[in-house]
């Protein structure tokens, strides 16, 4: 997958675009061969790599906090990462991280900052949501406190066994634990399906890591050490949104600190600009030029590597968004399509849809982007049908919707081929709730 990474032996100032391209690559796990199998360690490296694992609930193909795992580390067993994710006592919790992400169970306190900001902006405001319903809240989280961690469905039915009220619906049971959740009070104690089961902290978070409160300023500069480094070379404002952190001053502070640590390198990347004028970047000490990077994965939109769009379309000139909420006639890609990793760069874009009923892997649409390579139709190819067989899907059938199409369909003689659907709306799955 990619030649031995080059340490760097001296500090340099000045990147080209594919130097910045490889860096960040290998930063995120994709300048090292995919093991031979994948497990609990595999799992763990990857998760430690990325600092935090963002969840969404679209499960078109594969749920997407699944997808970053397969990119790096190819096909694995998802029952493996549910455990480490969803099990009792798990090792890694959700909080509002990156939006709503992954990280160890160990971090709670980090975000100690974060907590208390949502405090005071939500549940300090007169007449606001959580002013006005404090009744619910109280009781929600005594029933918490009774009966152990619960689903929102769990205790709406037995508010309307007892008989409580009108107001007790399941939204404002939801809004309830989401607020407790985002204020440090409640966090989530697994998943049934994908609907979460809320606790309170204490019950959830080891009494270790519940009892650590990180100062904030401390907690920035460790955030934007760790998303430097899972960066490897990244713009201030690349580190501020690897946490969404809005507080600019506290970012520059930080990667000032960390500058003078030795920790952090000034750096200008060729066709990085702001303003018209070379943009200020910063080189993490620890990061390698892999003297070549060789990967080929399919990527989620939430992946670290495309998240930031701003940070995409500066390291490989790749216009995305996501085409959701896009009427059917208006989309240009598809409705959820996903960028294509050839070598070190992003080359096209694809649109999957995994037909359970028919266990067919759907490309509704395939697109190439600037400077595809020759082999990209057959790597991408070997790329989808590991990727069907990891969802346990027996073929793959292509569209007749895009540029690239006709190239992949060579590349996999014999495929089906698939007409209708190209543009049409892709359902969420039944059971999604929202978050």
Known sequence: ????????????????????????????????????????????????????????????????????????????????????????????????????????????GLFDFRMKALRDKYGSKPGGWFDTHRETVDWVRAELADRGPLRPAQIEHDSKKGARGPWWDWDVVKHALEYLWLFGEVAIAGRRGFERRYGLAEHVIPAESLAVRVPRDEAVRELVRRAARAYGVATAADLADYWRISDRKAVLSAVADLTDAGELHPVTVEGWTSGGRAAKAWLHADASIPRRVDATAVLTPFDPVVWFRDRAERLFEFEYRIEIYTPAHKRRYGYYSLPVLVGDDLVGRVDLKADRAASTLLVQSAWWEHGAPVDAPARLADELRIAAAWQGLESVSISRWGDAVEDLARAMPGVRRHEAGAREPVALAADEPSG
Request: overall charge positive; cysteine-free.
């Open 1 to 108: 997958m990619s030649e031995p990474v080059a340490r760097l032996t001296r500090v340099k100032s000045n990147l080209s675009g594919a130097e910045a391209r490889r860096i960040a690559l290998a930063a995120q796990g994709f300048g090292r061969a995919r093991p031979t199998t994948a497990g609990t360690r595999q799992l763990n490296a990857a998760l430690s790599r990325m600092a935090t694992l963002q969840i969404d609930s679209v499960n078109v193909f594969a749920r997407s906090h699944y997808m970053p795992l397969f990119s790096r580390l190819g096909a694995y067993d998802t029952a493996a990462l549910d455990r480490l994710l969803f099990a009792r006592r798990a090792p890694y919790v959700e909080y509002w991280a990156h939006v709503a992400a992954f990280i160890p169970s160990s971090d709670w």
